[in-house]
């Protein structure tokens, strides 16, 4: 096993195994910074791209402890509003009740929940305008006039998410301005001539952790930084196959003085680190692949009830809140 | 604003020590969490293995059915447990800001850099 200051760093990518992962499990071993002092340039923040409801964000010199409790806050602790209590009126449709309410529930709305406060247990459905929010959905499907029976020939058959209606409770409207679902043609249900749906649905805030529907992202996930290491030169025909063993924009052929092509590293970052490398053995020992340890390329796709920059930030602050509970509670077994 | 975290509905300490330590001292503590896993206690242990006075911090959770965690904690001689384990707090929560600084100053100028 080789030991230099570059593998401390890195994790190696071998054909069986993947070899030096941890990162000093032990006590008394804490690389870089003594126990006592926080680097303040410890961790550097990088975004890559920010489109809509996307992020990609690089996150370096972080321990994956952390890296991976703050995933775990943004998927399950960060709160949303989704639907959780429906009064079904009249429901003539197909689909059965329980069914319909739990499709409702998954419908992201795009309200901010940090205006909303958690609602107590054993209060009322209808609830108050700080904790509930409150939806109607009416609909009946009936026949086009002096239209056939071939398809298109019914009105209000496809019920989609535009059919549901926000009733502001008190001063809502005015607080929190509009509070619908995020996406306008989401389907709940079909309807054929005489159908009817009439509810009404009560929002609450919740966490991920108590049921999906209110986790704020459709995912979020992060991987380590690829390293490549080119040992021995490698041209022409092995050359190209080495190129297509990588993902695309990894590796290129450039052109040498004698004209033959030889390959080169122009950016790790793409590859997929599928290892395609070990099924050729007289390519196998031409590079050395491994991943950067403390560099997390995190990816956060929201739902569209925050925008991804808003998760983060919120996600920390959970973390910061639960270390000041039992902070307090610490000192408070002290005095 | 109000609290990012629901309220505690049973009442009650969050932390507790199991019992059976007492006897051999301040620097041996099992501490028992309600309502944490992986999340915190990963974190706390990382936390704990990068103080130079600890000389065992492992955390693990009894039964995936109960929302318990177990951190035990073992020092040196004369540095209490639970010193320990306030640092590691203080420290995860030093951590946790600078990232929310960072990633907020990031965020700023990239939208700069765009517009």
Redesign the interface.
Known sequence: MEFSSASVNKLSLKEFEVVNTSS?????H?PG???NK?D?N??????IK?EDLFLE?D?IG??P??A???R??IL????TMAIEKVHIYQNTSVMQDEVLAHRLGLIPLKVDP?K???KE?GAPDEGTEEDTLEYSLKVKCKNKQGAGPEADSYIDDKIYTKHIQWIPKGNQEVDIGEAGPVEDDILINKLRPGHEMAMKMFAVKG?GRDHAKFSPVATVFYRLLPTINLVKDVYDQDAIRLQKCFSPGVMELEPTKNGRKKAVIIDPRDDACNRNVYRYPELADCVELGKVKDHFIFNVESTGALPP?DL???A????????????K??DMT?T | ???????D?DGG???SVLEGDTSSGEECRTYV?RK?N???G??L??ML?????????GYTIPHPSEDVMHLRIQTVEGYPA?SA??KA????????????T??????D???KEGS
């Open positions: 000093y499990d032990f006590t008394g804490a910074v003594a126990g926080v303040p410890q961790y550097k923040i990088n975004i920010q964000f996150l972080c321990e402890s952390i991976n409790a703050l775990r806050l399950s602790d960060v709160p940090r909303f406060k958690y247990k966490q920059t983060v930030p919120m920390l602050d959970i973390l910061i809140e639960k270390c000041d509970t039992f902070l509670e610490i002290n | 604003m109000s609290s990012l975290l629901p309220p509905k300490n969050r932390l969490f944490e992986h999340t915190l990963n974190c242990r990382t293995l990068k103080n130079p006075q600890v000389q065992f911090a639970q384990l306030r707090f203080v420290d995860l929560k030093t951590h946790a800001s600078q990232l929310k960072k990633f907020v100053t990031a965020v100028n990239f939208e």
